[in-house]
């Protein structure tokens, strides 16, 4: 069982940042490939970024290609989304996930575990 608890959301102005954190359960965290997924208002939810288990594989959005930035630290069992230039659109609430099976997926189908999720707003 992993646990996966989200932090760091919160009110941004459009072109400000903010770095999201995800902290996971478990001793074998470091063999999971980890996503961050965001849903908003009336919305299905979406991929943002993924990140293989090493942090040597990483995929995004077109939507946050350039802007955001996915890492994790092994050590800390932790897993980061870096978000700059922050747009109104971007306002959601933010996810992260574990996938057991070590993939760069894009379908939420694939993630096992999940967090309860942190919210950005975006203020224009």
């Known amino acids: 069982q992993v646990q996966l608890v989200e932090s760091g959301g919160g009110l941004v102005q459009a072109g400000g940042s903010l770095r999201l954190s995800c902290a996971a359960s478990?001793?074998?965290?470091?063999?999971?490939?980890m996503g961050w997924f965001r849903q908003a208002p009336g919305k299905e939810r979406e991929f943002v970024a993924a990140l293989s288990w090493s942090g040597g594989y990483t995929h995004y959005a077109d939507s946050v290609k350039g802007r955001f930035s996915i890492s994790r630290d092994n050590t800390k069992n932790t897993v980061y989304l870096r978000m700059n230039s922050l747009k109104p659109e971007d306002t959601a609430v933010y996810y992260c996930?574990?996938?057991?099976?070590?993939?760069?997926?894009?379908?939420?189908?694939?993630?096992?575990?999940w967090g309860q999720g942190t919210q950005v707003t975006v203020s224009s």
């Open positions: 996930a574990a996938d057991l099976f070590g993939r760069l997926g894009v379908s939420n189908k694939e993630y096992t575990y």
């Open positions: 478990g001793r074998t965290f470091s063999s999971y490939s």
